[in-house]
């Protein structure tokens, strides 16, 4: 789709080493950013997000003088840093979005992750079934809530139908069910996480019909 094709933006973060862009989706009501693409070139992998933004730039703080610290709170007690923290300084890069005129960084809580693998035979010619996934995902101060589920089919012509999802046991894996002879999994985490590595799946080979 076209529409509001003009206020797509883009922009490169050389420390995350991603490129990012940002457009108006089907579903954005006035034509504004509301959707993300973000592709790591060190990695050669594209990922998505739903965030809404005018527009996206690598920046550097501004400096700030004994006096300009009012701007930032009326009370010294009350400052986010010690006064002779570098953040005062300026200098430091960081890569931001604007949005109802402000300039905002990509910090704060963790959002919801949504990831899928690529489709996979267990046996190639052969039915299988898969029966656990064990998801590599490593947290923060809260520990994440993590679940899997399998997307299986018989025919590449036909749709994809994903089961229930498994929350992650005491032993660390998401127990499944899922027989057909094309699988993907599907992983979704929500709290405080850090890296999402991989999964290992058990599965094991059903036979030809």
């Not at 797509?8 to 989706?25: C, E, G, H, K």
Request: hydrophobic letters at 40%; charged letters at 20%.
């Amino acid at each position: 789709k076209t529409a509001n094709r003009e206020n797509m933006r883009a922009a490169v973060d050389p420390l995350q080493q991603i490129v990012i862009w940002a457009f108006p989706s089907v579903d954005s009501a006035d034509g504004s950013n509301d959707e993300l693409i973000i592709y790591n070139y060190f990695l050669n992998r594209w990922s998505r997000a739903v965030v809404s933004c005018d527009a996206l730039a690598p920046l550097f703080t501004a400096g700030y003088t004994l006096e300009q610290l009012d701007n930032i709170s009326s009370s010294i007690d009350a400052l986010p840093a010690s006064l002779d923290d570098g953040v005062f300084m300026g200098g430091t890069f960081f890569f931001a979005a604007a949005k109802d005129k402000k300039v905002q960084s990509f910090t704060g809580t963790c959002l919801s992750a949504t990831i899928d693998t690529g489709e996979f035979q267990v046996t190639a010619g052969r039915r299988s079934l898969v029966n656990t996934v064990i998801p590599y995902v490593t947290g923060g101060s809260v520990a994440p809530t993590i679940s899997a589920s399998i997307g299986s089919r018989s025919l590449q012509h036909e749709d994809v139908t994903f089961g229930s999802a498994s929350t992650v046991n005491s032993e660390g894996f998401c127990p499944v069910r899922a027989e057909g002879r094309f699988h993907r999994v599907r992983v979704n985490i929500v709290n405080d996480w850090t890296q999402a590595q991989g999964i290992d799946v058990d599965a094991q080979a059903t036979g030809l019909r």
